[in-house]
């Protein structure tokens, strides 16, 4: 039997026998109340979220429908707000007692336990311990170190969930100051997308709208986890499947969600009704496998086309629209089917099916994660996937259309509006007119030339919005003893984590409120906005009282460092923005014309308003003028293994886990819970190893560049999983991750594709 004919996961390996949704979502959520004891009335609180004129869950990045669900938001939604509004204090107090050397002691979990940050604290190198101080003090102290470092040698973080708002500020800022180092959550994740469909389509990002699931007749999944990451679009998948429109999903993992949806929204479905079969067809493709795949599904589209009187490709399109389709056949020609089943795990008889399915299927759209994005040739995934897409005109008309499933609620629209180490993506004349200042052109550092500037002492201060990067980034155990020698460490939070207890000579942890709480400003409760994965804009009210009185909000944070740090300039207002969030807004106009037309006016526009796309207007905003097809210079997305290396590490996150944040120890749909140091591997595998169902192993980076990358105490777990490869969590397995092994043309972290060993010998010691 195929693996697409299976039903279900292999039964001798764990797995969940429910649906996604249904009632062990409910469950997944009365665990993280029973935990986090939220405020009262944070029910009332998650009712308003995700609609018009409430706030904007700070969890996905999935859009916020015009027409909510009365509940619009889904399990990990619930449990991203529950563990905002916690009714757990982290405070002067708790620092009082613990120095940091202690701190460093608890895990991730238990470090977020602690609560809500409440007061602006300041490190104290004697005592090794946290001190309460006033904002005053924080933002001379701050600025008067900015004064004295060389701007080249600072870095300014943003981790994507922080507003429009504070994004445009905190740019701004660092353009003043001068430097572009702004790297974004964004370079661990979809900077693949933001240059690789750049380069093919002109695009940075997706090019569908949430009608457009309305209309299409198949979704071809890459490579994202959408029970666990971006739940709410499950009944975007069930709707579409109701309708007969086909899915057909590749992943190494045969993921819940994926697998089959039970609305918990529909009683019917969560007693009586079956749930909706999401996949047609899965296929368990290798990791790094998918271009491979993409080449044999294009491959066959090409022969069902010679064989089928030139009636599959859109002639039309590909000759108005396209360049590059001569390379590539000839490139596919050449391709040996020999080659494509071993490259992506599976047989071509598999493809052929799917390439039948395609052919026939009016309208496509190709969706993809952190499966396509994460590889040392992420951008070529992209590339192919559009390959497949241009070849039957599937850009540009309604239904059909590319969807990278985006990451943090507001990391594309960062980017939008500035947070970027790429000159050239920033309209400098804007800014030159507006503030009168000339914009640094030097190109800035990304997120892993900030690793690299660490473990190279290059970088000096670091200022970081949110996020938690000691945990988040690759080779992230070389470079904690480098945190240590940066003059400034700022970290801007909401919750204790791990970034917070590597100080540097001077270092402030100042907390900031979240989106559900109310942002009481000179003129009033003020909204700030977000730009979710289908480039929607929405406006987002937080009502909530905040978790302290000391708490500030990022846009005030970043002003007032700002107005420390910056000579006075008559044009750059930092109090009377803070005052009135309004006027951010028609400075974000101002700069971004087209994008942003009457922004204040559409502010609670229900469902958001689109910030327009080229490529869905089949204008290609690329170097030829048109949309390019990529012959593929290899058929595998991973690195050139070391010799004799044939075992490649994915990293994943668990269903109860928001990256660094681990909500509780339970990965429910993926049948697993307890502790997070496991191996995962296939039981086929693990007898060519030789190793037992709980055995503690070592796992060691290939890469042999001098560095010892290794994770001691993994327990093997025999898991349904392609051969030749095996899984561990994030971030637990990021020291094995190299910072060179990164996508060639946008520099993301190959955390879904790091060769390893395993090594018996140690005993897990
Ligand atoms: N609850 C929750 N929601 C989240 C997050 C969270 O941590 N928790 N994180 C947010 C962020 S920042 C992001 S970027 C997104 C991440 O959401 P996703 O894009 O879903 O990212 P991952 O969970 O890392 O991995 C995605 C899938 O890729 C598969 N995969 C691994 N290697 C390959 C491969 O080579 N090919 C293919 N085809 N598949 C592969 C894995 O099995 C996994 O199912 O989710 C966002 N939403
Ligand atoms: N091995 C491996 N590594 C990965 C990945 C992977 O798949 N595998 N995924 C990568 C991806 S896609 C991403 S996006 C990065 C994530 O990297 P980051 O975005 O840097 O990390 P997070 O875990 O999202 O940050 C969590 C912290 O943010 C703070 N925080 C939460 N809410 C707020 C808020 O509203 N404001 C402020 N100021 N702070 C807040 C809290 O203090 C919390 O501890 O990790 C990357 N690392
Ligand atoms: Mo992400």
């Known amino acids: 039997m195929s693996k697409s004919e299976e039903a279900s996961q292999r039964p001798d390996t764990p797995h969940y026998e429910n649906a996604t949704g249904g009632w062990g979502s409910l469950k997944g959520v009365s665990r993280i109340l029973a935990d986090q004891k939220p405020t009262f009335g944070a029910f009332r609180t998650l009712m308003r979220q995700n609609k018009p004129g409430g706030h904007m869950c700070t969890s996905c990045a999935w859009t916020k429908p015009a027409q909510p669900h009365l509940f619009e938001f889904c399990e990990n939604g619930a449990k991203a707000t529950i563990w ?73 973080y943003m981790s994507g969930k922080a507003s429009l708002e504070t994004a445009y500020l905190y740019a701004l800022f660092a353009r003043l100051y001068g430097h572009n180092n702004l790297p974004d959550s964004s370079n661990m994740c979809h900077e693949t997308t933001s240059v ?53 999903t590749f992943n190494p993992i045969r993921e819940r969600g994926l697998v089959e949806f039970a609305d918990p929204q529909n009683p019917a479905q969560m007693t009586v009704r079956p749930a909706t079969r999401i996949s047609d067809i899965y296929l368990q493709v290798r990791p790094g496998g998918d271009i491979a795949v993409l080449a044999g599904l294009c491959k066959r589209v090409l022969e ?154 290059s970088v000096r201060g670091l200022v970081s919005m949110g996020g938690n990067l000691a945990r988040a980034i690759p080779d992230r155990a070389r470079a904690e003893g480098a945190w240590r020698g940066l003059e400034l460490n700022v970290q801007i939070a909401t919750k204790l984590n791990r970034s917070h207890l590597l100080p ?83 400075l974000i106009e101002a700069t971004y014309p087209d994008k942003f037309k009457d922004f204040n006016g559409r502010l609670f526009t229900p469902g958001g308003f689109h910030r327009g796309n080229a490529a869905r207007e089949r204008e290609w905003k690329t170097e030829s003028g048109r949309a390019q097809f990529t012959a593929p210079e290899a058929l595998t997305a991973l690195g050139a293994p070391p010799e004799g290396q044939e075992i490649t590490l994915i990293t994943l ?55 010892e990358r290794v994770v001691r105490g993994l327990r093997v777990v025999p898991y349904d999983l392609p051969d030749a490869c095996v899984a561990a969590y994030y971030p637990e397995a990021n020291p094995l991750i190299p910072v060179s092994y990164r996508d060639e043309l946008s520099k993301t972290p190959a955390y879904k594709g790091v060769p390893v060993r395993i090594r018996t010998d140690e005993a897990g010691a």
């Not at 697993?672 to 037992?692: A, H, T, V």
């Not at 709980?694 to 890469?703: H, M, N, P, R, Y």
């Open 653 to 707: 996150r668990s269903n109860d886990q928001f990256n660094t944040t681990i909500y509780s120890f339970s990965d429910r749909l993926r049948g697993l819970s307890g502790p997070r140091d496991i191996l995962l591997i296939n039981p086929e595998e693990m007898e060519r190893r030789g190793l037992s169902e709980g055995q503690v192993v070592t796992l060691e980076c290939a890469v042999d560049d001098g560095a």
């Open 304 to 457: 069902l086309d010679a064989e089928r009187g030139s009636t599959i490709l859109d002639r039309a399109f590909i000759a108005e629209h396209t360049t590059g389709l001569d390379e590539l056949e000839a490139r596919l020609r050449e391709v040996s089917w020999e080659e494509i089943e071993r490259e992506s795990g599976l047989r071509r008889d598999e493809l052929n099916e799917v390439a039948g399915i395609y052919a026939t299927s009016k309208n496509v759209i190709g969706i993809y994660g952190m499966g396509l994005t994460q590889h040392v040739r992420g951008w070529l995934n992209l590339a192919m996937l559009v390959n497949l897409l241009l070849l039957r005109g599937n850009i540009g008309r309604e239904g059909a259309g590319i969807s990278p499933v985006r990451g943090h609620s507001n990391v594309q629209g960062q980017r939008t509006v500035g947070i970027t180490e790429k000159p050239e993506n920033v309209p400098n004349d804007k800014l030159r007119e507006l503030f009168g200042f000339e914009p640094p052109q030097e190109e800035g550092r990304s997120t892993v030339d900030l690793v690299e500037g660490l473990l190279d002492g």
């Open 504 to 586: 540097g000579r001077a270092t402030w942890l100042l907390p900031c409120l979240v989106r559900a709480e109310e942002d009481m400003q000179a003129t009033g409760p003020q909204a700030v906005t977000m730009e979710d994965s289908l480039s929607m804009i929405h406006g987002s009210l937080g009502r909530r009282q905040p978790a302290s009185p000391h708490l500030r909000s990022e846009v005030a944070i970043v002003a007032g460092i700002a107005k420390a740090t910056l000579p006075p300039n008559p044009r750059v207002k930092w109090d009377e923005w803070t005052g009135d969030y309004g006027l951010i807004r028609d």
């Open 84 to 156: 905002d509004l916690t009714r757990e204090r982290c405070t002067p107090d708790f620092f009082a007692e613990h120095s940091l050397t202690e701190l460093r002691g608890l895990s991730d979990h238990e470090l977020e336990k602690t609560g809500r940050l409440t007061h602006p604290m300041r490190y104290d190198a004697t005592s090794d311990r946290y001190v309460e101080t006033t904002w005053e003090e924080a933002f001379e102290g701050i600025g008067a170190k900015l004064k004295e470092l060389d701007p080249g040698a600072t870095v300014f």
């Open 196 to 248: 690789g469909l750049k380069r093919v389509i002109g695009v940075s990002v997706g090019t569908c709208v949430l009608s457009d699931f309305d209309h299409c007749d198949l979704i071809l999944f890459f490579g994202q986890n959408t029970g666990t990451n971006s739940p709410r679009f499950l009944h975007t998948l069930k709707a579409a499947k109701e309708r007969g429109c086909k899915i057909v």
